[in-house]
């Protein structure tokens, strides 16, 4: 599977853009020509397409999934072959046997390969192996020593130590032994994947089929830790390790995960029936990372001078834990009639973990027991029944249940907390129900208009099992929605369809403001309300109601111009003093197509997204708990506005009866997202020396991007392939500034990472050569 995280902020319209420019330029280079539907049936076309291909910068960014994040050149290789007997029964034979074999980008780092062989009806095997290079950062640097991937990192003897405590103006790194130190490293993580399944009929009515799947990740992904303080846990030669400082690490992704599947299916006249297991084990090849901290506090300084022969506080941290995970599946549906059908699923999986604790340096008194030994069961079962009532109307009925039993046992861990206190945490193995009722009719009005009309109630119950000494598990115990949605289409005449759609929903939650928190000591007043001030709410947690109106229409102006456009809008207002107040969303979409030609056309496109989040909340002085509440006049705001726009054309062109074929892609996108602070009760705080109120720079991300691709067929098994991509990627975002030598908070162990920025051009050219 190919997923992505993004760093910046992004919209969903942004990720959709983003991810459609991803698909221009991944291999193979073009799209090769689909035969007749009636000639693949009967004789399938086998490919094979060859070339070279160059970048012209180094960006990792660029090359986050693509496999292109270095400069130079690269080899395009990309394959599809098959044929069997099978394919003779059109020319009077008796086969039975298909095979195939694939491969894609394999002059990559993000290659593809599968085979399979099958017969008919009767059997069929499979094999495939992937492989996915994330390209986490090109412009990370750290003084540590340890290999991207490792789990074990250290300074150098001659680095020394600093005053965490000094702000970055007053703080200076030695130029020869720290700032020398500093290195850039390349992290990244790569999944290597290997896939068997086979399958097998008894009979018409009976088969069986086994999937198995083998995960191989190693590399590393960027991850803040804090650093251990306290005299009696953090002391050296040199002093007290800072507490709570920060050190960015290349946290080790050394995993391997294991899953398995069997299903056996049964299918008849009116019903079918699956019966199936599912597991998968999880192995991570370290349990711990630990590395040095040279950044002390104030107490007990003494410091070691760069150059000389300098001994540091080590720190450790646990990484992910083994575990596993086993499931029984259970879906049928039967037909009543041609009209009535029943279908529904059953599942009843459990997740567990006993990977043994490290070690219980940082408890006071040793551990309550040496693992987890966490147990987590879910239940899942959907049933829906629909009738077409008449030829004019569908009814649907369905329920859904959804629960996580997490049955770990829960236990008081003394900790040392990373100031050098200690206090006392309860483990709250949380658990949650949800349990859903939808109701629904589609209603045809003559031949041009259709209404639907649907409901949905849902509960959500959430609790903790045997929670000791009396610390509690969740502030919003239990909550119910009513939601119901109209939706109406109207077909005006052929050229016209319309969809108008407004939903409406009402979340009622209980929420109990004398919730006792389970961290530090939860007996007193800090901890009640979850150590936050009277009436403030969590949104997920809080009452809401939900408006949301919809439409679209498309529109086929003539026989070579056709349009379509979109928009929707929902706002979201809670039930909260102190919180999130409300949020709305908004979009709006329009493209258009004008064929000019058989042979050739344009398109355009406009997207827009806007979202906005306002938010309440207050000081009031004092502990804070359900006895001190905020006065109006001590209440802050923080809104967060999100914005995304795009802009695109293409073309397509065939020339020389449809040998030369030129396609061209142009397009444009913006995001941007905004903060604002307003405290009216303190006059002062958007001063330049203290900018705790305010405005913040925009976090901004924009892209531009070219594409042009030009094939020429040779002769009926020959073609020659021509592509040039052009992206540059511009953004902005403060969070790095904090990155940056001389500029980082106190605490914080500088890494010098960019906001990512680029300009990247890619050619490439290919010869495909296809065959029977």
Known sequence: MKTRNEKLQRSALSLAVHGALAAMFAMPLMVMAADDEVSVLTRPTSSVEVGVAGVSEKSAKFGEYNGLNDSGAYGIANFNIGGGSAYDAYD????????????????????????????????????????????????????????????????????GTFNAQTNPSARTLDAQYQLGAFHTEEVGSTRKNTAFGAGFHFSRQLSIRFDYNHLDQSGAKLQAFGNQGGAAYATIASGIGRAEAVSVLMAPTNYKTDTFSLAVNWVGDKGYLTAGYFGSIFRDGYDSLSWQNAMLQTTGFTGCAPGGACTYQTNVASTAPDNQF??????????????????????????????????????????????????????????????????????????????????????????????????SGISTPYSNRKAQLELAGDYRIGKKQSLRLAYEHEYIKRWCNNVVGGAECVASPSSDEDKLGLTYRLKAGDNVKLNVGYAYAKRNAEFNHLYKANTGNYAVAATINGGDYAGYLAYPYASRTQNIVKAGLNWQATERLDFGVSGRYSFDEYEATLGVQDGSSASFNLDATYTYSENASVSAYVSWQNSERDLSA?????????????????????????????????????????????????????????????????????????????????????????KLTGSYRIDKHAKVALVYLYQNLTSSDYYYNGYQYGYTPNRVMPTNEQAPNYEVSFLGASYVYSFQ
Not at 126 to 131: L, M, N, P, S, T
Not at 645 to 661: W, Y
């Open 618 to 706: 207050g000081a009031a002085g004092g502990v804070p708990a359900p006895s001190v509440t905020v006065a109006p006049t001590n209440v802050f705001s923080n809104q967060l506005k999100q914005d995304g726009s795009s802009i695109g054309l293409n073309t397509k062109h065939a020339f020389l009866g449809g040998k030369l074929e030129l396609l061209g892609d142009l397009s444009y996108s913006l995001d941007k997202s905004h903060y604002s602070t307003q405290v009216p009760y303190l006059a002062t705080c958007g001063a330049t020396g203290t900018l705790t109120c305010g405005d913040t720079p925009d976090i901004k991300a924009e892209l531009v991007a070219f």
């Open 326 to 423: 086993h499931q029984l599946n259970l879906s049928g549906g039967y037909a009543f009639s041609p009209s009535t059908k029943l279908v529904g699923g059953f599942s009843y999986g459990r997740n567990t973990q006993n990977d043994s604790y490290a070690s219980a340096v940082m408890q006071v008194g040793g551990l309550p027991q040496t693992s987890l030994d966490g147990s987590v069961v879910t239940t899942h079962a959907n049933l829906k029944l629909t009738n077409r009532t008449t030829k004019d109307l569908s009814l649907s009925a369905g329920i859904k249940y959804n629960e996580r039993d997490n049955q770990t046992t829960s236990n008081t861990y003394n900790y040392v907390e990373i100031a050098g206190g200690g206090y």
């Open 92 to 159: 009077g034979g008796n086969g039975t046997l298909r095979w195939e074999m694939n491969g894609r980008d394999l002059g990559t780092t993000s290659r593809e390969f599968g085979a399979s062989v099958s017969s008919q009806g009767s059997w069929d095997v499979r094999i495939g192996y992937d492989e996915l290079r994330h390209n986490v950062s090109d412009t990370y640097q750290t003084p540590l020593q340890g290999a991207m991937g490792g789990n074990n990192f250290t300074l150098p003897v001659t680095f």
